[in-house]
């Protein structure tokens, strides 16, 4: 049976022809079949801005705000080995609140580069338990397990840091963090097994390496390989921290970014999170290549990372997405603020812009669809994908005191608050600002109530905390302080 439905907007951002108003939108087994004026009919029920469904580009569904695990402002290199604290009590559970939370702000699309698994599960399982999750919310996803097989402490040989701690705290890190890795071929088959179990329409599954400082050049090579035989996507961080620039000069004098193009990774198949300590060159690098860059506002502020060149790469013809990266600004998984964040950190001072902001919040939807993986561009044309975010424009223009742009208010005080339904592929996920198919409350009800419990696992991490994260602070400046 053909599923069809309709959608009318007094306003609307992302139809080719630019804003309009008092339209009716028809779509028929996910796409969209007519886009025509509807003249009053569109406020008879209140006024609504209608625009693509929002794609967040980074992700690691984190299950809840990891503050509440102790990691605030601690930066990355400190805050990676806290986040131990917080690994999936169940899959699905875990899954299912972050993407629940993504839907509720407007997301169609998550990327779910899966860097803590619970540990409970064979990999594919998981896998599958994540992707049903995703059914059951509705989204849109793509997985890329992360895979990696060195530097599982510090940005080099650990004996160093391990030496200057304590033995049974020594002892401690090395049971925790410092487990043989799987090979290359390995990591590789685990993932193409996932992609068996789980691709799909609405799943696109990638290749996840963790970071080029996590990852031999072995398995690099490996999954550039791979992935220019099959076309699988890649999904990685690259130059997130002072840290990691200060290695991939020493350990790549022709530049890592030159090492990437080299062994074939650099492609319109690559997505590279972060990119905040990218110089020109290589930012030109990546534009040339066609490869995306998905900034993380929020993120790279509460781990200390830096703002990053984000109005450089734009200017240079870099594709810039946006992502949550699971911890954004105030710790909600609210896409919607991140858009405009992003916005008011790299849009340029005074009267000069960086970008015109429909261009800005448009093109971040088709990148991000892009590194996704999912089909369509995110405009509202007939033949694209029917998926949708439609806010409350009456609740939007609360005040009406005279005709302002709707793209203007959405970046100068939207929200998740605002959201009153999404669609995707045809199919609502969000009404009236709930989750029909989803209890995001029970669901975070119940990891608390498994975190509180598994506190007692990790008594002794807890306790040792202190001294290990000054030793790592300790190594960690040394690192970037030498010559």
Known sequence: MSRSGELLASHTIGEPEGPQQNRRIRWQDGVITAVEDAGAETVATGRTLVMPALANAHDHVRPLPMSSFGTAFLPLEAWLPRTILATPPDAYTAAVAPLARAALSGCGAVMVHYTRPSGKRDPVDEAREVARAAQDVGLRIAFAPAIRDRNPLVYGDETALLDKLPADIAALLRDTYCRPPLSPARLIETTEQIAEAIQGPMVDVQFGPAGVQWCSDELLRAVAWRSAETGRRVHMHLLETPYQRRWADLTFPQGIVTYLKDIGLLSPRLTLAHCVHARPHELDMIAEAGCRIVTNSGSNLHLRSGLGPVADAWQRGCSVAIGVDGQAFDEDDDMIREIRLANALHGDTGFAQTWSRPDFLLQSIAHGRQAIGMPGTGKIAVGEPA???????????????????????????????????????GQTIVANGNLPNVDLQAAENQLRSSYRQSMQDHAALTRDWPRIEAALAEWNGAFIGCC
């Open 387 to 425: 998926d949708f975010l439609q806010l409350d424009y009456d609740r939007l223009d609360r005040d009406r005191i005279m005709e302002v742009e709707p793209v203007d208010l959405f970046f100068a005080r939207a929200t998740a608050r605002h959201v009153l339904q999404v669609i995707v592929a």
